[in-house]
């Protein structure tokens, strides 16, 4: 502790430089991955905070909700299947409307049975339970689709009223909206009278007891071919675009996780290489290798520490702001995990300076040849 | 009745016996003596200036009287402890604990003040804490820097920075103190001063010193005179 305090005390200017940049990499890491949740929220967001465990497509779909129609016979199949507990149809369309004073649009997802496709993150109001009421994305309230706001389906003129907010409910980053089964039928034939009727898109599926959802979703695929199933997380993986954005994205943090354990390793190298003859006069005058080893750690864990300190000091107040349209959020389960992966990372890039400290002998300070080639 | 006499406790032993200590390096594939059979005793409170040309072995003689390397053969006691053989976690004990280096470069940890040098001594070693910090703060004013206390070493001259070296060197209250050409770097009159200082403090703390120079001038600071040539010494 000593050295090691004392050197970070005396050249507080250089540890100050190498901890701001690891601070600035790692709020990088940081914004991003918030960046990369956002944008998945914001476009399968309302696949991943619905109620059901498990969602049937038709096969031919391409798991997506605006692809996916299910036929009668397929539902009937779907609701037919051994382990099957509660099944309800959810419908899903893309509607002009008018909110907030200007024409935009939205998705509305409908829900024959609230168990099954209903929005699970309901933050205020309650929940849309009759004809002509609509839970909203909550971070859509400044655009017209604020709790007690009405909203007009165009053209037709039906109009939808906010009963409830709910959080991280997007689809297709679009204002979003949740409706009974039997109100996004009415939409539809609002906004376009000479539809036959409304086929849904998706059989939300809960398993019965001693069914597990992986179980149910093999039993359904099994039975039905017309049909594709899949876990909630599945199918928010599935859905198309969102593996392309999180394969970017995890090249963009691979990236990052080689730049900062390199910066690190760069950095601890050249300061053991520049006071190669001290670390062989504490050698000479008794200090252990592991002695200097452990100072050398020291100094490694307190430029991490304090640098993913700094980088979640510049994260917290712009995690909770939006980005645009997208809303941002504090990512704690990313926060530990790079916190945890970058100290480990910072710590191993030290290997080549202990191998270095390591090597320097004592009889050096005799025979001044510093650190041995 | 008859009583075996006890044999020499390790502070009346001498302050160091080499017995017959060779040095072989491998250079270029080829053996190189660098210190050849040498025998020297060094008594308690004694100083001893060895002299040498450069390449005559000096620094490998140093070396093997302190602990920071093994002898090919023969024996090395120090204070009465046998450190022939040890291996490197033993010699760092060993030179935490019974000897002292002022050497001829590179003698301060540049980001250390003045002071913290001799604590570090303290800190690799015992580390007693407030007691270190009292020897510290007396040995700097009786080498006359306790105002430099607080300075860097290159706020130091070089006379004052060997100073602060010396006291470093005492600060494990050594049984024995070795000088690798302690004023190779310092103007004529400032080596006399550091010098007489050498010989002052050691003398008043019972301590033994090897003083290693090419300086003849210096041997007259020393209570005996041993040179040096080719690995072989003339004791």
């Keep these: 502790m000593f050295i090691a305090l004392h050197e970070i005390r005396r050249a507080w200017v250089r540890f100050a430089l190498v901890v701001t940049a690891i601070g600035l990499l790692v709020f990088l890491i940081l914004f991003q991955q918030t960046l990369q949740s956002g944008l998945i929220t914001s476009f399968v967001g309302a696949i991943e905070h619905q109620s059901s465990p498990v969602l049937v497509y038709s096969v031919d779909g391409l798991c997506n909700l605006e692809g996916s129609v299910i036929l009668p016979d397929v539902e009937q199949d779907v609701r037919s299947v051994d382990g099957v507990g509660v099944a309800g149809r959810i419908g899903q369309g893309t509607f002009s409307v008018r909110a907030g004073g200007q024409t935009t649009s939205a998705a509305i997802v409908g829900f024959e049975d609230p168990r099954v496709g209903a929005p699970t993150t309901l933050v205020s109001g309650r929940m849309a339970a009759a004809d002509g009421e609509a839970v909203a994305l909550e971070s859509s309230a400044d655009e017209g689709f604020g709790l007690g706001d009405t909203v007009r389906v165009e053209p037709g003129g039906l109009e939808l009223r906010i009963v409830g907010q709910a959080s991280e409910i997007g689809l297709h980053a679009s204002p979003t909206l949740f409706t009974t089964y039997g109100t996004l039928e009415e939409v539809l034939a609002s906004s376009n009278p000479a539809a036959r009727g409304l086929a849904p898109a998706a059989i939300g599926v809960i398993p019965e007891g001693g069914v597990s959802d992986a179980q149910l979703v093999e039993r359904i695929d099994r039975a039905v071919p017309d049909a594709e199933a899949l876990t909630r997380a599945d199918a928010v993986t599935s859905t198309p675009g969102v593996a392309q954005i999180q394969q970017s994205f995890r090249l963009i943090f691979l990236l990052y996780g080689l730049v900062i354990p390199l910066v690190t390793g760069m950095f601890f190298l050249i300061l053991t290489l520049q006071k190669a003859q001290s670390l062989t006069l504490l050698r000479a005058v008794g200090a252990s290798a592991g002695y200097l080893i452990w100072s050398l750690l020291i100094q490694v864990v307190t430029v991490m520490v304090l640098g993913i300190g700094l980088a979640v000091a510049m994260y917290t107040p712009l995690s909770s702001r939006r980005l645009g349209g997208l809303p941002l959020t504090f990512q704690t389960g990313a926060v530990v995990f790079w916190a945890v992966a970058l100290l480990v990372l910072g710590i191993l890039s030290a290997l080549v300076s202990m191998r270095r400290v390591l090597r320097i002998q004592p009889i050096e300070a005799i025979t001044g040849a510093g650190v041995t080639a | ?235």
């Design chain 2, 1 to 235: 009745m008859n009583k075996t006499p006890n044999p020499p406790s390790a502070t009346d032993a001498p302050a160091l016996q080499l017995r017959g200590v060779r040095k072989v390096y491998e250079v270029g594939g080829q053996p190189a003596v660098a210190l050849d059979h040498a025998s020297l005793t060094v008594e308690r409170a004694e100083i001893i200036a060895l002299v040498g040309p450069s390449g005559s072995g000096k620094s490998t003689f140093c070396s093997i009287a302190g602990g920071l390397l093994n002898p090919t053969e023969g024996s090395v006691v120090v204070a009465g402890e046998d450190i022939t053989g040890y291996d490197p976690r033993r010699l760092s004990e060993f030179r935490q604990s019974t000897v002292g280096f002022v050497f001829q470069s590179a003698n301060l940890v540049p980001f250390l003040t003045a002071r913290e040098n001799l604590l570090v001594v303290d800190e690799v070693g015992r580390r007693t804490g407030a007691a270190a910090r009292r020897r510290a703060d007396k040995l700097l004013d009786e080498l006359g820097v306790g105002e430099r206390a607080k300075n860097m070493p290159n706020q130091l001259s070089g006379g004052q920075r060997q100073r602060v070296a010396i006291g470093r060197a005492l600060m494990n209250e050594p049984q024995l103190v070795l000088f690798d050409e302690p004023t190779s770097a310092l103007d004529t009159a400032t080596g006399e001063q550091v010098m007489e200082l050498i010989r002052s403090e050691i003398g008043s703390r019972g301590t033994a010193a090897i003083v290693v120079t090419h300086d003849e001038r210096i041997t007259r600071f020393a209570d005996r005179t041993v040179h040096i040539v080719d690995g072989v010494l003339d004791a």
